[in-house]
Nanobody, 115 residues
């Protein structure tokens, strides 16, 4: 059974940093594209960043230069380092992957940035 478990969210002041972690089980982690999405209240869920099995990354324009996605295949974990956080980054952040044509989501972790 595929499971994605996020951690690392919290409350931080604008300009601060947080690192999110997502540990996967039940997948061949090293082969999977891993993504971070977020959903703010009243808004649609949006892709924040993704990383391929080969380590290629992509970012939403709104987070380029501030967020960094990385992965540790030995730990089956993907990270999202978030720096220079802004109040508009406030959202629930979700880990995501597709495995054998099925989409999986973590339970989400709340990130709140105060001004």
């Amino acid at each position: 059974q595929v499971q994605l478990v996020e951690s690392g969210g919290g409350l931080v002041q604008a300009g601060g940093s947080l690192r999110l972690s997502c540990t996967a089980s039940g997948v061949i982690f090293r082969l999977n594209v891993m993504n971070w999405y977020r959903q703010a209240p009243g808004k649609q869920r949006e892709l924040v960043a993704g990383i391929t099995s080969g380590g290629n990354t992509n970012y939403a324009d709104s987070v380029k230069g501030r967020f960094t996605i990385s992965r540790d295949n030995g730990k089956n974990t993907v990270y999202l380092q978030m720096n220079s956080l802004k109040p508009e980054d406030t959202a629930v952040y979700y880990c995501n992957t597709v495995f054998r044509s099925r989409t999986y989501w973590g339970q989400g972790t709340q990130v709140t940035v105060s001004s």
